[in-house]
């Protein structure tokens, strides 16, 4: 079995299966481990995503290229400024917060309320990003148009778990996916702040009436949604590597999720995420890579076909019986 | 002693007069009630109070849509307060329980007073929720359960904790009663004069039907197309014919 993920080259794709397996045996064992890993990275992909739809209503087409940027700017701090590696993700993470707090307060602010107007925007934003850093380096980041540029893992090195052979930065991705869904769903329900957006969420005006601010709570989901869009890329760019596609690609996996789930519902998002990453896996397994992304496409497809407003979109349901 | 005057007001949806040149004033520790038909202008008045037209005005302009003009003067504790957004209204103390309830319907009932709790230090919020349970003891065993699947009559006790929860000094309850049984109509009539004689707060209280809030309140107003036709005491409205002839269809 060749578990060398990176060999086929530069797609991002290649983060989301690794090799073609040949052995029967290892078919369930691979695709429970291989299927929870690409679950949780549609996971990570997408909360950020959701957690600003769900609070604001604002679909932030930003998402993709603060993944990318995250990535740069982690790689250009360790290589070009000869930071520390958690240094230098812990800086990209603050940039990427700050960089969503000022999408909203520059840009989105002045759209509230007009869906078109804020994708476009957003898009916008994505588009001066991530096109920016194709043409030439932003930050002192020089020659990008050349073969590889990734972020190296955490700790190198693979480990057989149950006689499958997983690298350790997947293992990574596993732990701090689940302790950041934990984390959120902690903060969501116990703070004054996480209470807040979760309000917000539900319905602005009422939230309103008892004193939260709404641009303020929207600032705070554009920051934390950033910020969780570049810790997705941290972690998930080391099994792939840096191009603008990849952001292009990361917006289109979390809108896929989030549709999925049923917009704005995040616990809908994490179920989706599962849907997808097994779907893609389990068709990988049995037909081969190549059917991944009709699967995707099918998967949407289907689940529209037969729930309209997402897995969890119970919102209007709700509205209707009430 | 006021502690809310509105003086000269006017809110026009692009041509049409919503509210017409009203009145009004609220007395510290008292209940005032706002009485009317549909469509006499109640809710734009507490949308108005609360400063929630400033963003409906907002989100209207920025769609090209409806033009919400609002004219004249709000005094909140002597100060004018109309160009001042809702949230820094709810943190001044004026908090709204806005018509049909409007409550947070994925959040469970205890999440709900803990979202209205927010405003609140955390001694405040923890006495205030012992508080609100003890004026609807019936909240105490639906702590767990999602706002959406309370009955109606749950869900106006819920969105009355709610508000409660906001430390509130001018508390704006709008057709709390909307759509609820007699005995439901009764308790909540009940609650409003307790909440105003245990906590002191100052209350306004919109209503169509005015027979379960006449008997509660201080003072009162009769809003008719938008203006205030009529103002009196409790006791004046009871006396009146043409109060009775209108809300009590005698």
Same mark, same amino acid.
Request: hydrophobic fraction near 85%; avoid cysteine; aromatic fraction near 0%.
């Given at each position: 079995m060749t578990l060398e993920y990176r060999s086929d080259g530069v797609s991002a794709i290649s983060i989301l299966h690794h090799s073609t397996l040949q052995e029967p045996d290892f078919y369930s064992m691979e695709i429970l481990i291989y299927g929870t890993v690409n679950s949780i990275i549609f996971a990570l992909i997408a909360l950020g995503f959701t957690l600003v739809y769900g609070v604001s209503r604002v679909p932030n087409f930003a998402h993709g290229s603060i993944y990318v940027l995250v990535g740069f700017l982690t790689w250009s701090f360790v290589n070009n400024s000869g930071f520390p590696y958690a240094l230098a993700v812990i800086f990209s993470l603050v940039v990427a917060a700050i960089l969503g707090f000022l999408i909203y307060r520059i840009v989105l602010i002045r759209l509230r309320g007009m869906a078109t107007s804020e994708i476009i925007a957003s898009f916008a934003v994505s588009l001066i990003i991530l096109e920016g850093l194709r043409m030439q380096g932003i930050a002192g980041f020089k020659g990008f148009i050349g073969p590889f540029y990734t972020l190296k893992p955490f700790i190198e090195g693979k480990i057989n778990l149950l006689g499958v052979f997983v690298d350790y930065q997947r293992l990574i991705i596993i732990g701090v996916g689940v302790g950041m869904v934990i984390l959120l769903s902690l903060f969501t329900h116990h703070t004054k702040t996480g209470l807040s957006l979760r309000a917000i969420a539900q319905d602005e005006q009422a939230a309103m009436m008892l004193g939260v601010n709404s641009d303020r709570m929207a600032e705070i989901a554009m920051s934390i949604g950033s910020a969780l869009a570049g810790l997705a890329a941290v972690l998930i760019l080391p099994l792939g590597s840096i191009t603008a596609e990849v952001g292009y690609r990361v917006l289109i996996y979390a809108l896929a999720v989030c549709i999925i789930g049923g917009l704005g519902s995040w616990g809908g998002a994490i179920l989706a995420a599962f849907v997808i990453g097994f779907a893609m896996k389990i068709s990988t397994a049995l037909f081969g890579a190549l059917w991944e992304s009709v699967v995707l496409v099918g998967t949407i497809i289907l689940i529209l076909l037969f729930k309209p407003s997402g897995l969890l979109g119970k919102q209007k349901e709700l509205e209707e019986r009430v | 002693m006021t502690i809310l005057e509105i003086k000269d007001l006017m809110v026009f949806y692009e041509n049409a007069i !919503?509210?017409?040149n009203v009145h009004l004033a609220c007395r510290r520790g008292e209940v005032t009630g706002v009485f009317g038909a549909n469509s006499a202008g109640k809710s734009t008045l507490m949308y108005t109070i609360s400063g929630i037209i400033l963003d409906v005005k907002k989100k209207e302009k920025m769609r090209g849509g409806e033009r919400i003009t609002v004219l004249g003067s709000i005094l909140y504790e002597s100060k004018d307060?109309? !160009?001042?957004e809702a949230s820094e209204r709810a943190r001044m103390g004026i908090v709204l329980c806005p018509e049909r309830r409007r409550i947070f319907q994925e959040s469970t009932v205890l999440e709900n007073l803990k979202i209205g709790g927010i405003l609140a230090k955390r001694e405040q919020g923890k006495k205030t929720m012992e508080y609100v349970f003890n004026l609807f003891p019936h909240l105490r065993n639906l702590k767990k359960r999602e706002g959406g699947f309370l009955s109606g009559g749950e869900q106006q006790m819920l969105a009355i904790g709610r508000a409660l929860m906001a430390q509130p000094k001018l508390l704006l309850l709008d057709e709390p009663l909307l759509g609820l049984s007699p005995l439901m109509e009764e308790i909540l009539a009940v609650a409003v004069k307790n909440i105003n004689s245990q906590t002191g707060i100052t209350t306004l209280i919109s209503e169509q039907y005015a027979r379960p809030i006449l008997p509660i309140i201080h003072y009162g107003y009769v809003l008719e197309n938008g203006s205030a036709v009529l103002e009196g005491t409790s006791e004046e409205l009871t006396d009146n014919p043409d109060v009775k002839s209108a809300y009590f269809g005698l």
């Open positions: - | !919503a509210i017409n307060i109309m !160009a001042v």
